[in-house]
C-alpha cells in the first residue's frame, strides 16, 4: 500500500490558476466518489482553500500515481492537463506524510504560524470521513496530523509574533496597557487596515469602538459594524480624550492630529496613557507628540520593524517546530511500515495454534484417567510454549518492517514456517 499526495498551493501557482483549481464544497462529494471509483483509492481526502488544492490518497502501489488524479481534476474543472502539471506537485509515503504534518502544522503556510489551516484541515478531513472515503490509514494520518499542529503550538512559539501590521499595533498595546479589558479605540479614516486592527483589539477585550471620517456616512457604517460610535470629523480634537488608542489611516497632506490636541487630551485624561498607531503616508499625527509623557506613537515604519523581527523569531521557532515533526513523521512511517508485517504475524499465529491444539488432542486422546484440572495444565503448558517460541520471531518481524531488511524478513520468514 502506498500514502500519496497529489497538489498545488501558493508556492507553485498564482491566484488566478489556484482559483480555477479550487473546488465548490457542493463538488467534494462526487469529486471523492471519483477518487474512488475511477482512480481507484482506497481512501481519499480533498483540502481546498485559497492557498492549496491537495488530494491525499492510499491505494494499492499500481494505482498511486499522478495523472489519473490529473486527469479527473482536469474533467472536474475543465483545464488543460499540461497547465495542471506546470503547477502541480506529487508526493509518496514519507515525503506525502511530512507534507501533511508541515501544512497542518502552518509550516506550508503564506504566514507561517496562521492557524486558519488546522481548521480548514479538520473540515477536509470530516467531510471525507462523512462520505465514508477514509479509513484506518487517512484516519491515523490525519489525526496524529492534529496532534502534531498542537505540538508545535505548544512547544514552540511559531504562532506568538504577530507577523501583520495591524496586529502588531495590537502586540504593542497590550504592551502598553497590559490588558485591553474596558479600553477604547478611536479610528481616524475608514482604512482597511485601521478596521483590521480594530477587530484584533475587540477581539482582545477592547470595548468601545469610536470612528471619525471625513465622510460622516462612512464613519457611521464603520462604527455600526463594532456596535460603536460615529463621531463628526471636526469634532476630533474633542474627542481625543475619550480613547486609550488612536488609529489614524487618513494619509491627510498635513498632520490631523497635532501636539496641542493631544496635550489637551492627556490634561482631560489626567495623564492617563494614550498609545497612538499612525499608520498614514504622509504621516497624520506631528512627530512631535512623540514628545510628551504617557503618550506612545508608533508610525507605519516603526510597525513594519516589529513586524521583520517577529518574522525572524518565526522563523526561528519554525526551525524546531521542524524537529517536532521529524519525529512524528518517523513515528508514523514506521507504523505505516509495520502493517506489511500483520499478515505475516497473523498466519504464523494462526498456524502455530492449529498446530498447537492438534497435538494437544493427539497426547490428551493417548492419556487415560485425566482430570479437567490436568486437561487444562496441559492446554496451559502447549500454549506457554508456542508463545515463548515465537515471541523473537515476532518482535524481529515488528522491528525490521520498516527498514531495509524489512522485506527480505518478511520472506524468509514466511519460507521458515512454509508460510506460501
Known amino acids: 500500500m502506498r500514502v500519496f499526495l497529489y497538489g ?3 508556492k507553485t501557482a498564482p491566484v488566478e490558476f489556484r482559483e480555477q483549481l479550487a473546488f465548490p464544497p457542493e463538488e467534494l462529494k462526487n469529486v471523492l466518489r471519483g477518487l474512488i471509483e475511477e482512480c481507484h483509492f482506497d481512501e481519499a481526502v480533498v483540502l481546498s482553500t485559497c ?12 494505482y498511486a500515481k499522478a495523472e489519473p488524479i490529473r486527469d479527473l481534476v482536469s474533467r472536474f474543472n475543465g483545464l488543460d492537463p499540461e497547465e495542471i502539471d506546470r503547477h502541480a506537485y506529487f508526493y509518496l509515503d514519507e515525503e506525502a506524510v ?6 497542518g502544522s502552518s509550516l506550508d503556510s503564506m504566514i507561517v504560524g496562521e492557524p486558519q489551516i488546522t481548521g480548514q484541515i479538520k473540515e477536509a478531513y470530516f467531510e471525507a470521513k462523512k462520505h465514508q472515503a477514509t479509513g484506518p490509514i487517512l484516519n491515523n494520518l490525519f489525526e496524529r496530523a492534529f496532534n502534531v499542529a498542537k505540538r508545535v503550538r505548544t512547544e514552540t512559539g511559531i504562532a506568538s509574533h504577530a507577523v501583520s501590521v495591524s496586529f502588531a499595533a495590537v502586540e504593542l498595546a497590550r504592551k502598553i496597557f497590559a490588558d485591553l479589558k474596558d479600553r477604547s479605540v478611536l479610528l481616524v ?3 482597511e487596515m485601521g478596521e483590521m486592527a480594530a477587530r484584533h483589539l475587540t ?15 462612512r464613519a457611521v457604517e464603520m462604527a455600526r459594524g463594532f456596535l460603536g460610535e460615529a463621531i463628526p470629523f471636526e469634532a476630533l480634537g474633542e474627542r481625543l480624550a475619550d480613547a486609550d488608542i488612536v488609529i489614524s489611516t487618513t494619509g491627510s497632506s498635513q498632520p490631523i492630529i497635532t501636539k496641542e490636541q493631544v496635550q489637551r487630551a492627556l490634561r482631560a485624561r489626567r495623564n492617563r496613557p494614550m498609545f497612538f498607531v499612525d499608520i498614514a503616508v504622509p504621516r497624520d499625527i506631528e512627530p512631535a507628540v512623540n514628545e510628551l509623557a504617557n503618550v506612545y506613537c508608533y508610525d507605519i515604519d516603526d510597525l513594519e520593524t516589529v513586524v521583520e523581527s517577529n518574522i525572524k523569531e518565526r522563523q526561528r521557532e519554525a526551525d524546531r517546530a521542524e524537529e517536532i515533526l521529524s519525529q512524528e513523521v518517523q513515528a508514523f512511517v514506521q507504523w505505516f511500515a509495520s502493517l506489511d508485517a500483520v499478515p505475516t504475524i497473523v498466519e504464523l499465529l494462526e498456524k502455530s495454534d492449529k498446530v498447537r491444539r492438534e497435538e494437544v488432542a493427539k497426547t490428551l486422546a493417548k492419556l487415560v484417567n485425566v482430570g479437567e484440572q490436568e486437561r487444562q495444565s496441559i492446554e496451559a503448558m502447549a500454549h506457554a510454549i508456542v508463545k515463548k517460541i515465537l515471541h ?19 520472506g524468509i520468514a514466511r519460507r521458515l514456517f512454509n508460510l506460501d
Open 203 to 217: 477581539s482582545h477585550g477592547v470595548e468601545r469602538v469610536l470612528v471619525a471620517n471625513r465622510t460622516y456616512e
Open 189 to 191: 479614516g475608514a482604512g
Open 98 to 103: 511530512r507534507h501533511c504534518f508541515r501544512v
Open 8 to 10: 498545488t498551493s501558493h
Open 392 to 410: 523473537d520471531p515476532i518482535v524481529t518481524l515488528k522491528k525490521h518492517s520498516g527498514d531495509e531488511e524489512g522485506g527480505k524478513i518478511l
Open 51 to 62: 492557498n492549496r488544492v491537495e488530494i491525499y490518497g492510499r491505494s494499492a502501489p499500481r
